[in-house]
């Protein structure tokens, strides 16, 4: 039985060994974050051995991954429901005043910056949130990833790389407020929004919706979030001060508009009722602000605008919403990439990051960077987006986004433009016997060193039709169905990966045509590639001539991907082929079909038990897996993947999917951290969908190469 400790895809990413805890935290800090109001109890450094960790040290194999850790104290009894009365309001810990938000009884500017845990490996997640704070913020703040903590209905992970709790008690050992914003749906160009893929396991499925399954799930999921969130609120002596309920979801109201308001009711009502006390806001675009103010569940509820050039919303907000704080949730520093488009469309550069910044503060506005750092979309977690034409445009891996940090957490020009506004205002806003006092921000830790570890030649070649062993039984149809509705996973069906339909057709078939494919795929006759496909066209294709698999028959395999689910607006789309194959005009029934979901036990088997050969592979090949090894003789370091000359797949590093690479740009190195890799000999592993590079090799940089059309001479030791 495939144990599901963690996402497949982030298995070899938790954390492997004992974490320390903080040691030396402030007098004025601990009242302020680690008592309960009243308390007298010192928490203690200890020392605490991470859960499972066996089978964390199994699966990491990288020594030790260092995150701080500290014990915030809660009460002996969790609290029930509560309502939301004025005498709940009193004890929040972020109140108004007027025009400015009080938090723990002092007037306070938000100065926030967007980093999202599950993006990040977790002994990094000190560095990040210390640089986030040595530039001037005062704040963090997350998206929570519902498809990551409940990867198969009722079945929940907060271990590793997604133990937010430790993610937020780190914030709170370097004194930064906590905003935390739990979706249900995030958007944040994240697969399916951060929605779990089984949900549309119910062919009826209606996300964001009051359709009652949907409800449902969303219930199970926050009360078991709840329980390890609220404890942590700043009324408890943690420091989150506030959530966020949906996401700009006035923009959604307009294809489900009878529905919106009691939805967003019941969420807010559930977030009360499950604990809540602080801060409840909503997010929406500069647009939309009226209609957010109009559908809001509770008066008490803040508005909260996004935008990335300031067209008078912040005039308007506090126009429409008086003496209540004006706050920017998302100010997008940089842009997102689509695989075969220009690297960063819609950037800011320093110079105009620092403009804007200086502006919304001699506004008055609160403001949260989004992002302040990026991280990675590993594995297979990438979203898409609807163009102009409804054509399908799915995320790169890489979500350094153009921010302050980035991807590898390296201080840019952005960040240093950002500090020395930060300082400015600071300094301006501290005043002592009249004077301006200089702000006392600390010290930027030193950029990690990184490392080009060369090329590393592949010595050993399987193609994936001969992997089929190591998957689940196939599953018999009439007719190809989506990936969702296969009865894999306890009956909750396929979210991600690959799936494989095969039939048989006449050998002397002419003409195959494929209807209602989605993502990408590839069509083989007789386990050779001989059409590629892709998103949302009918295609039509010549059959070249083959040998025969029986009698007059030849053997028809279609492999589809999801390339990534769309995050942001129509979000109900099945992946594999949700239409039908005709053979020479003729609907072809009785169908084979396989789940390729590239699981850890997947990944170890094949590395471990595969009939591999030794390259080089033949031409034309089709999907194949290529392994091979190299050595680091110290403490390993940050790299980058070049994977120039190779045409489309995935990248694993000791059992770790790191993500998807395409030829098609304008991404062309892969991150991959140092906690991935190991001293001593590393494992690297590549899903080719077409044809390698004419090397059989990649080469590990010591820069990454995210815009494939300005390329410098790649770096080698």
């Not at 954390?15 to 309960?36: C, N, R």
């Not at 929605?195 to 409800?215: C, F, S, V």
């Not at 594995?379 to 302050?404: C, H, Q, R, V």
């Not at 078939?509 to 989605?518: A, D, E, P």
Request: aromatic share 10%; charged share 20%.
């Amino acid at each position: 039985m495939i144990r599901l400790r963690v996402p497949y895809w982030y298995a070899r990413l938790r954390t492997a060994t004992k974490l320390q805890i903080a040691a030396a935290i402030s007098v004025g800090f601990l009242i302020g974050y680690i008592f309960i109001p009243g308390s007298s109890e010192h928490s203690s450094s200890e020392h605490s051995e991470s859960k499972d960790v066996t089978w964390a040290l199994k699966h990491m194999e990288t020594g030790k991954l260092r995150a701080g850790k500290i014990d915030i104290r809660v009460p002996d009894k969790k609290p029930g429901p509560v309502a939301d009365t004025p005498a709940q309001v009193r004890d929040r810990a972020i109140t108004f005043s007027g025009a400015d938000f009080v938090v723990n009884g002092q007037k306070m500017r938000l100065l926030s910056g967007a980093m999202h845990y599950f993006r990040i490996v977790p002994d990094y997640w000190e560095d990040r949130l210390q640089r986030l704070k040595s530039a001037g913020l005062n704040t963090v703040e997350t998206y929570v990833a519902w498809n990551l903590h409940e990867p198969l209905p009722g079945k929940f992970d907060f271990s590793g790389i997604l133990d937010i709790a430790e993610f937020i008690k780190i914030a709170a050992m370097l004194d930064l407020n906590v905003i935390v914003r739990p979706g249900p749906y995030i958007c944040s160009e994240w697969e399916l929004g951060g929605l779990p893929g089984w949900l549309l396991h119910d062919p009826q499925m209606k996300l964001r919706t009051t359709y009652q399954p949907y409800l449902d799930a969303v219930t199970r999921y926050f009360t078991t979030l709840m329980k390890i969130l609220v404890p942590l609120q700043a009324a408890y002596g943690g420091p989150i001060i506030a959530f966020q309920i949906e996401n700009e979801f006035s923009h959604y109201t307009s294809l489900l508009p009878d529905t919106a308001a009691e939805y967003m009711k019941h969420l807010h009502d559930l977030m009360r009722h499950l604990g809540v006390l602080e801060l409840l806001f909503t997010s929406d675009g500069q647009t939309n602000i009226e209609k957010a103010l109009a559908m809001r569940p509770d008066p008490d509820v803040l508005v909260t605008v996004n935008f990335q050039n300031e067209q008078g919303a912040l005039r308007k907000l506090r126009k429409l919403q008086p003496n209540k704080p004006v706050m920017v949730m998302e100010f997008w520093s940089g842009w997102f990439d689509h695989w075969g488009e220009k690297h960063l469309q819609r950037d800011l550069s320093p110079t105009e990051l620092a403009k804007a910044t200086s502006n919304m503060l001699q506004q008055g506005a609160s403001i949260n960077f989004y992002m302040f750092h990026g991280g990675t979309n590993f594995g297979f977690m990438n979203g898409g987006n609807w163009g102009s034409k409804m054509e399908y445009l799915p995320t790169i891996t890489s979500y350094d986004y153009g921010a302050p940090l980035s991807e590898c957490g390296d201080a840019t020009e952005k960040y240093r433009r950002l500090k020395e506004t930060l300082e400015k205002f600071t300094s301006e806003s501290l005043l002592v016997d009249g004077k301006k006092v200089p702000p006392s921000f600390p010290p930027v830790p030193p950029d990690h060193e990184k490392e080009a570890y060369g090329e590393v030649k592949f010595t050993l070649y399987i193609q994936l039709l001969k992997t089929m062993q190591y998957i689940p039984d196939h599953y018999l149809s009439e007719k190809p169905i989506p990936m969702e509705l296969l009865p894999v996973n306890e009956g909750s069906g396929q979210s991600y990966g690959y799936v494989l339909y095969r039939t048989l057709i006449p050998s002397d078939s002419k003409m195959i045509t494929v209807r209602g494919l989605k993502d990408y795929g590839l069509a083989m006759l007789d386990l050779k590639p001989v059409q590629r496909l892709s998103s949302f066209v009918k295609h039509s294709f010549l059959t070249p001539k083959s040998e025969p698999a029986g009698p007059g028959q030849a053997v028809l395999d279609i492999l589809v991907e999801n390339a990534g689910r769309v995050n942001y607006g129509a979000l109900e789309v099945w992946k594999g082929i949700n239409g039908s194959v005709e053979v020479d005009g003729v609907e072809r029934k009785g169908w084979k079909i396989f789940s390729f979901e590239f699981k850890s036990s997947f990944v170890e088997n094949i590395e471990s038990g595969g009939m591999w050969l030794r390259t080089p592979a033949p031409a034309n090949m089709g999907p194949a897996l290529y392994k091979g090894t190299f050595t680091i003789p110290g403490e390993p370091r940050d790299t980058f993947a070049d994977m120039e000359g190779w045409s489309k797949g995935l990248l694993f590093i000791n059992g770790a999917n790191l993500g998807r690479y395409w030829n098609m740009g304008p991404q062309r190195t892969l991150y991959v951290p140092a906690p991935v890799l190991k001293r001593g000999i590393n494992k690297v592993m590549v899903f080719e969908l077409h044809q390698p590079s004419s090397s059989q090799a990649i080469t590990f940089r010591s820069s990454p190469i995210l815009d494939r059309t300005n390329v410098t001479t790649p770096t080698t030791r």
